[in-house]
């Protein structure tokens, strides 16, 4: 699925405005403007709350504590401006967040109880409410908890792309043809059922083929401009693709 074309990279400012580039919704999230600051970290608490959820359980710590850690670790990186000491020199953002996610359960937590949500502590836009319920329905597997998290920060970063996809079909009236047509984004174009599928959508065969390929290809670009939002490098985007396949397929 990962491409070989590269995006084009220019520098840009650390206090630069929100824009779809390298590294840009780490430093949107960074920026003293309340309203951009508060959008883009909650985009990156959407994409990463679960993974490190993920991984505070898989340290041992039990539901309750695992989300009162979770949410204390976001209000810390609020508070703290922690996103403004990522490092785009450094590379990923998924790994400057688990490192600091290590720290604070070493430096802070281990030392006592978990903080308590509530008391009129700033909001986090984190769904802890249905946290435990998810991780009731993991598989048994046998991963680490760094393994772990990579393996949820890969398959919620596929869903997040998935229904930006799915979005974009419904506001342009095509969302019958995406529900159709989204099983084809899996598995090799030699494979896929492209006459059931004119059949079932009224279409031509080679209609069809069309916009397999254009979905397919469509997909594969929301991909990249994801990862490119929290990569430093145009060249990162291709190795953080091959790692996300590496991951899902050693999951």
Known sequence: ???????????????????????????????????????????????????????????????????????????????????????????????????????????????????????????VPVQLDSAETRYGHEPADNLTPEQSYERRWALTLLDTVLQKLRAEYERGGKGELFAGLNACLVGGRDTQPYAELAAQLAMNEGAVKVAVHRLRQRYRQLLRDEIAQTTAEAGDVDDELHHLFAVLAGG
């Open 1 to 123: 699925m990962a491409s070989t074309e590269k995006n084009s990279f220019a520098p840009v400012h650390p206090r630069a405005v929100f824009a779809t580039t390298h590294w840009s919704l780490v430093l949107a999230a960074a920026q003293p403007d309340p309203a951009r600051s508060q959008a883009a970290l909650a985009r990156l608490c959407q994409n990463y709350w679960y993974p490190l959820y993920t991984y505070v359980r898989r340290r041992g710590y039990s539901a309750h504590d695992a989300q009162d850690l979770t949410q204390a670790f976001f209000l810390r990186l609020l508070e703290r401006h922690w996103v403004d000491d990522a490092d785009r020199a450094r590379g990923r953002f998924r790994t400057f967040l688990l490192t600091a996610l290590q720290r604070f359960l070493a430096d802070e937590w281990d030392k006592g109880r978990a903080q308590k949500r509530g008391g009129g502590v700033p909001h």
